[in-house]
């Protein structure tokens, strides 16, 4: 990760002409990384931009001499590299208290007050966040975390469902808030589900994590992997056995039934699908189920079932589909 002080110094070439290719290299890859960088250069440029103007018409001093006591009196100076050109030298000089004491600060702040969110809308997604976690979003899910993360924290929101390949950092935990819970973890696998109005549940694949409440630590339930748990609304988390073998299929892309009733087989396909069933009969919907599918498409998955359990699907409205003998 590059520093502070060696941004502060690539960004000084790039706006007098000075900088090399491997230089502009980094600062653009350092740009792209997160929006607060981009904040932070546009901050930086326009005060150096305004120290300039406002000294353009004075007579160049000792810059040599001046340069070095500005140096002296600073207590963390910036390691800028001195140009050639003496209307550079000059500008520099001038730029560098007002640049250091308001842009070192609004950068501060921009990084502490912005938010980075991720969005899985329409299609599931994977991203990388800056500390080497990855997160796969579920449909209709988000995902945010402020401009501080991977520097003191791993704080991070979820609305939806999301599975974490958290990257270990024992010094600094990677804590997941979604909903009224808390998931506290070093280095781990788990799934998320945080849907509006339903319980927060989490399933643990590899690791041990801390779940807790209101009540936080002190209230918290230790699970490790193959163990699940919920949260209830003004309640505290709960241990719970999860025989659901599919509770991974969005993100595995498979759907495996052996022996399920029907009306289990029908919610597990609507969440994967995103589609609604209405049953005409419902003594149908104890019908037993069994079938596997891999990388399954809507109309293969109803094709099967229809064939299979001898009913007849067909679709009312865009994404409503009804169930009949």
Do not use: C
Not at 150 to 178: H, M, S, Y
Not at 214 to 238: C, H, S, Y
């Amino acid at each position: 990760m590059l520093s502070n002080d060696h941004i502060d110094t690539l960004i000084a070439r790039e706006i007098e002409g000075e900088i090399t290719a491997e230089e502009m290299a980094q600062l653009q890859s350092w740009l792209e990384a997160d929006p607060a960088n981009q904040a932070y250069y546009e901050v930086l440029k326009d005060t150096w931009d305004l120290a300039a103007g406002a000294y353009s018409d004075m007579p160049e001093p000792d810059v040599e001499r001046n340069w070095q006591r500005f140096s002296e009196n600073l207590a963390t100076p910036v390691p800028l590299r001195v140009v050639t050109r003496r209307n550079s030298w000059w500008r520099l000089a001038a730029a560098a208290v007002v640049v250091i004491a308001a842009a070192g600060l609004t950068f501060t702040l921009v990084r502490n007050n912005s938010h980075t969110t991720l969005t899985a809308e329409a299609d599931k997604k994977t991203f990388t966040l800056p500390d080497g976690s990855r997160v796969f979003l579920n449909r209709n899910s988000q995902l945010s975390y402020n401009g501080r993360f991977g520097d003191d924290n791993r704080t991070v929101q979820l609305k939806g469902e999301a599975f974490f390949e958290v990257a270990a950092d024992a010094a600094n935990p990677f804590i997941v808030a979604a909903g009224a819970s808390q998931t506290k973890v070093l280095g781990t696998s788990f799934v998320i589900k945080a849907y509006e109005d339903k319980p927060v549940q989490l399933d643990v694949v590899t690791g041990k994590v801390a779940f807790s409440g209101k009540k936080g630590e002190d209230g918290a339930l230790v699970l490790t992997a193959g163990n699940t748990a919920i949260l209830q609304r003004d309640k505290e988390p709960q241990q719970i056995n999860n025989s659901d073998p599919n509770f991974m299929a969005w993100k595995e892309n498979r759907l495996y039934f052996n022996n399920v009733p029907l009306y289990k087989t029908l919610s597990t396909i609507e969440d994967y699908f995103g589609v609604r069933f209405s049953v005409a009969d419902k003594s149908l919907l104890t019908l037993s189920y069994t079938g596997k599918f891999d990388n399954p498409s809507l109309a293969e998955v109803l094709d099967v079932i229809s064939k299979t359990a001898e009913v007849k699907i067909s679709e009312e409205e865009k994404d409503v589909y009804r169930i009949s003998r």
